[in-house]
């Protein structure tokens, strides 16, 4: 996961692109780490497969959790489009 968080880092705001991490996305932290670097998703299929659908909801309060007590924001660069 390392390597692919690296160049979202380095390629976020640089190209007019969406970047996706979709390797070693097992966590609530990775998936923290992935929207940091500038990351528009994290896939984390096998994940999902081994632990159910239900997971989801999990992750989501994980990371909703974290955002609010870490003060988590987009990579400075480029802001946050919807």
């Not at 996961?1 to 969406?18: K, S, T």
């Not at 966590?27 to 990351?39: L, N, P």
């Not at 998703?41 to 309060?61: D, F, H, K, P, Y």
Request: aromatic share 6%; hydrophobic share 45%.
């Amino acid at each position: 996961m390392r390597l692919p968080l690296r160049y979202i880092g380095l390629l976020y705001g640089r190209l007019d692109a969406d970047f996706a991490l979709t390797s070693g996305v097992h966590t609530h932290e990775d998936v923290v780490k992935a929207i940091m670097a500038g990351a528009n998703a994290a896939m984390m299929a096998s994940e999902l497969l081994e632990n159910g659908v239900a997971w989801i909801g999990t992750i989501s309060s994980h990371v909703g959790i974290s955002a609010e007590t870490q003060s988590i924001r987009r990579h400075p660069l480029r802001p946050y489009q919807e």
